[in-house]
């Protein structure tokens, strides 16, 4: 086990190399949403990579629009169904915590959180179906990572079948 500060962590173990650093072709078509299946119109998802290890296996590689620096200065949180939010690291209190007026007109004051570099969502989530190579795939989690110069999120997918019904 590594040890980092206090805490012991695991090491990193990669099943694959294409899970080490971006990598693989274009060509991914985002088929159905179904987290969010009032979205009309499919993601865009010409900037994304993939490859894949298995022929029942996708690496998804998400290229992160953020202005968040580099690791050392920002850290990644996922949270919500597509939400990543970069808090500064190490921790900040906020320093301007928000103030409001209720109904009755008493200014309150909003509990303060933690200073963010940036928040934003990214365009797969759990259990979107994309098509790669004539084939539909069902998209699984994902981490995010710092590679080549800039943020990623790495999604994992898997052969998507459909079942017919008795």
Not at 19 to 34: D, F, M
Request: aromatic letters at 12%; hydrophobic letters at 35%.
């Amino acid at each position: 086990m590594q040890r980092v500060g206090r805490v012991r962590m695991k090491p990193i173990t990669y099943k694959y190399p294409e899970e080490r650093a971006p990598c693989g072709v274009g060509g991914l078509t985002a088929v159905y949403n179904r987290l969010m299946a009032y979205k009309r119109m499919a993601s865009d998802l010409s900037d994304c990579l993939v490859s894949r290890p298995a022929p029942f296996r996708l690496v998804i590689w998400e290229p992160l629009n953020t202005k968040a620096p580099k690791p050392p200065k920002a850290r990644p949180y996922c949270c919500y169904i597509q939400t990543v939010i970069f808090y500064h690291s190490p921790h900040i209190r906020e320093i301007w915590p928000g103030a409001w007026r209720d109904d009755g007109g008493l200014l309150r004051k909003q509990s303060t959180g933690f200073e963010e570099w940036d928040r934003i969502e990214y365009r797969l989530a759990n259990e979107d179906i994309v098509e790669f190579g004539g084939e539909q795939f069902v998209v699984g989690g994902g981490s995010v990572l710092w590679k080549k110069g800039r943020w990623w999120m790495v999604h994992h997918a898997r052969r998507f079948e459909q079942r017919e019904a008795a």
